[in-house]
């Protein structure tokens, strides 16, 4: 990503901002009664998360492109400025900034119920070239693919960003949205992506295999019309694919999960920062297995 002997460019992201509310239940649910649990209301979003993490661990240069609601612009803004992110939030005067419910089980695993609210607003119109100048990689944050003018935006960057030699990565986000908007429309709206950065579930949708295929197998199909594919895998590690066939499986690092809300953002952000400054694919892997180690030790997909 980086020129031999020239400083680390911009990494630009264009994703969502959103509000986590993350409730954490060590029993489970009980219907129609209560349930104790620890409930917390934190700055996230996958868009925003990725950027924060990769300002976390090393990145020198992040920027947010994204839309808020007027109600926790200013808040949100704060807390990226305090992360270390450079943000640019287009203030949307109809909808609330989005909204995310995190329910936390006893295995750390997490289910969202999601409000995009603002987030998916964005449209060509909040598009500017100057946006890439400096920018040595542009990161698209997938929920941007799951509506009709986020999607028309993400295109447009994707494509003006390609005019510029910039690469381009994209992660997936959610196995749920692509299943309603489809794999096919999916892949060929990211079309020109040089990096692509789904989870087990998406990968198998977007190779377009049953559930029973494994992890590498999946990586190998994708890696046949991305030119890199890595695949997170949770406590199981992260698997790098390249032309049709795995080049590396990288092991994640052993910590105690509290929450896993934001691994997944950790993980890329980490491996972009990596990227940008030399690493190779199976380095960078490992840069993110580190930082997603670190994010599940706590609340919130921020570090």
């Not at 890329?268 to 990227?275: E, N, P, Y």
Request: glycine share 10%; proline share 7%.
């Amino acid at each position: 990503m980086t020129a031999a002997g020239a400083g680390p460019g911009a990494l630009l992201v264009i994703g969502d901002v959103v509000t986590d509310v993350v409730a954490v239940h060590p029993e489970p649910l009980a219907p129609a009664t209560d349930t104790a649990a620890r409930i917390r209301t934190l700055p996230g979003g996958a868009g925003a998360n990725v950027a924060c993490w990769a300002a976390r661990t090393g990145a020198a240069d992040v920027r947010l492109l994204a839309r808020v609601g007027t109600e926790s612009a200013q808040w949100h803004e704060q807390a990226l400025l305090d992360a270390g992110v450079r943000p640019r939030l287009l203030v949307d005067p109809v909808e609330p900034t989005g909204t995310v419910v995190a329910l936390v089980g006893k295995d750390a695993e997490r289910t969202f119920l999601t409000d995009s609210g603002a987030a998916l607003r964005l449209s060509p119109d909040d598009w500017a070239p100057e946006l890439l100048d400096g920018v040595a990689h542009l990161h698209l944050s997938g929920y941007l693919f799951f509506a009709d003018s986020s999607r028309e935006l993400a295109q447009v960057a994707l494509a003006a960003a390609r005019a510029r030699g910039v690469p381009v990565s994209v992660d997936p986000a959610s196995a749920g949205f692509l299943l309603t908007l489809g794999t096919r429309r999916f892949l060929d709206a990211a079309a020109g992506a040089c990096v692509l950065l789904p989870n087990e579930d998406e990968a198998r949708l977007l190779a377009g295999l049953p559930e029973p295929a494994g992890a590498a197998r999946a990586a190998a199909v994708l890696s046949e019309r991305v030119p890199l594919v890595v695949v997170t895998r949770g406590p199981a590690g992260a698997l790098v694919a390249q032309g049709g066939r795995v080049t590396a499986e990288v092991a994640a690092e052993p910590v105690r999960a509290v929450d896993s809300t934001g691994a997944g953002d950790a993980f890329t952000g980490g491996f972009l920062a990596a990227r940008l400054t030399g690493a190779d694919p199976q380095e960078a892997a490992r840069a993110g297995c580190r930082a997603a180690a670190l994010a599940v030790t706590r609340l919130g997909g921020r570090p």
